[in-house]
């Protein structure tokens, strides 16, 4: 009996002492907070901004609108593989790099193939179901004039408790017309990790 009492005293203090370790709080999305020194939102955010920085900054959108009486160059953002060591969720990766385009208000953004088919389905539903003078034509969507794809690779060196993560992300710009690349850039990330 006595045996009895002390397990079940002993797990509940256990269980206290687990519950009472355990901290969760709301932090600002913008805040870095590096746990694991693994690729994070933080170093996806970073790459994302300075890589749109550096092709907004490149000749081929000034030479793309003295070509075409200062139209802005449309551009999609397509597949950017994912080649590096971790599991890496390249979707939230093209979706900073869409925003900051969008935020730049220097080009003009379309969908990505998946979001476009969804679009056309809605379409095809509204010419069935949407009354005449609302539902959307066919045939008026806006073609890319450019497409941005590329990759992120990494490499680990690590000796006893100390590791050092290398990141590069490479991204190129290629005219969908004549399929030129008109734009190379690269972004690198070193980090260094003491356990």
């Known amino acids: 009996m006595k045996t009895k009492l002390l397990t079940s005293a002993l797990f509940i203090a256990l269980?206290?002492?687990?519950?009472?370790s355990h901290k969760v709080e709301r932090v600002s999305p913008d805040e870095a907070i590096d746990l694991?020194?693994?690729w994070n939102d933080t170093d996806s955010k970073m790459v994302a901004e300075a890589m749109v920085e550096q092709v907004l900054s490149g000749a081929w959108i000034t030479n793309y609108m003295q070509?075409?009486?200062g139209k802005k160059p449309v551009v999609i953002v397509g597949l950017v593989y994912n080649k590096s060591h971790e599991h890496i969720n390249a979707n939230t990766f093209i979706k900073d790099i869409e925003r900051t385009f969008i935020n730049s208000g220097k080009v003009r953004l379309v969908q990505a193939a998946d979001k476009r088919e969804e679009l056309r389905?809605?379409?095809?539903?509204?010419?069935?179901?949407?009354?005449?003078?609302?539902?959307?034509q066919w045939g008026k969507e806006?073609?890319?004039?450019f497409m941005l794809n590329g990759d992120i690779n990494s490499i680990v060196d690590t000796y006893k408790?100390?590791?050092?993560n290398y990141y590069q992300t490479n991204l190129e710009l290629?005219?969908?017309?004549?399929n030129e690349i008109v734009w190379i850039g690269d972004k690198k990330i070193k980090k260094y990790i003491n356990k």
């Open 36 to 38: 694991s020194g693994r």
């Open 15 to 20: 269980l206290f002492s687990a519950c009472a």
């Open 161 to 164: 408790k100390e590791r050092v």
């Open 142 to 145: 806006l073609g890319a004039d």
């Open 67 to 69: 070509n075409n009486n």
């Open 174 to 178: 290629s005219n969908l017309e004549t």
């Open 121 to 136: 389905k809605e379409r095809a539903a509204q010419q069935e179901f949407a009354s005449l003078e609302t539902a959307k």
